[in-house]
C-alpha cells in the first residue's frame, strides 16, 4: 500500500512538490486546521529516492511556515485589543485572549519557540503574538528556530520512513489481515448467538 503510494509519489514534478511544502504550511495558518506535518513528512520520504533535496525542502517549508505566522502575528498587531476584549469578533472569545495574554506573561517568548510542537493552536499563537506586541525582531528569530527545528523532525521521520517502506507495509498487512479474522470470529459469535436465541 505504502510503497505504491511512494511510488507514485516519486513520479511527481519535484517543482510541483516543492510548491506544495511551501505552501501548504502557509495556508494552515491562514485556514487551520491544514494536514501540514503530513505533507513534510511525505515530502521527507522523496528525499530517499532523491526526487528532492532535504536542504530546499527545509528551507522552503521553513519559509511557508514563517511567512504564515507572521502575517497572522501582523493580522494581531493590526487588532484593536479594546475590540477584542469585547467579545464581538465571533472567531475570538474574550475567554482566548485573556487566556492567550496570561500564556504571554508567563511563559513569554518561550511559546513562540515551541510554537511549532504546538499542533492546534498555532495561529492562535502567532495572532496573539501580534496582539500582544511582542518585540518583531524576538519574533522573528525565536519563530524561525522552532520552525526549522520542527521541520527537520518531520523531515527526518519522513526518511526513516522511506527507508522502511517494506517494513511499515509488512506491519499494516498483519494488522489488517488480523483486524479481518478478529471481525469474521466476532461477527460468527453474534450471528451463531442470535441464531440459537431464535431457535430458542
Do not use: C
Not at 43 to 53: D, E, M, R
Not at 144 to 151: A, K, L, M, P, Q
Amino acid at each position: 500500500m505504502f510503497q505504491h503510494l511512494f511510488s507514485s509519489l516519486s513520479t511527481f514534478d519535484p517543482l510541483l512538490i516543492y510548491s506544495l511544502i511551501i505552501l501548504i504550511p502557509f495556508i494552515e495558518h491562514l485556514f487551520p486546521p491544514s494536514p501540514s506535518d503530513v505533507v513534510i513528512v511525505l515530502a521527507g520520504s522523496l528525499i530517499v529516492t532523491g526526487t528532492i533535496n532535504f536542504f530546499a525542502a527545509l528551507v522552503l517549508s521553513t519559509v511557508g511556515s514563517e511567512l504564515g505566522f507572521m502575517i497572522l502575528y501582523y493580522i494581531g498587531m493590526q487588532t484593536d485589543k479594546k475590540l477584542v476584549h469585547t467579545g464581538k469578533l465571533k472567531f475570538i472569545s474574550a475567554e482566548a485572549v485573556l487566556k492567550a495574554e496570561a500564556w504571554f506573561v508567563k511563559y513569554g517568548f518561550a511559546l513562540i519557540l515551541f510554537n511549532r510542537f504546538l499542533s492546534g493552536i498555532r495561529a492562535v499563537i502567532s495572532f496573539f503574538a501580534g496582539l500582544s506586541e511582542l518585540n518583531l525582531r524576538q519574533t522573528i528569530i525565536l519563530s524561525s528556530i522552532g520552525i526549522v527545528v520542527w521541520n527537520a523532525i518531520l523531515l527526518g521521520l519522513g526518511i526513516l520512513f522511506g527507508y522502511n517502506l517494506r517494513v511499515i507495509d509488512k506491519f499494516f498487512s498483519n494488522y489488517t489481515l488480523g483486524m479481518v479474522i478478529a471481525t469474521a470470529v466476532i461477527g460468527s459469535y453474534f450471528l451463531i448467538r442470535y441464531l440459537v436465541k431464535r431457535k430458542g
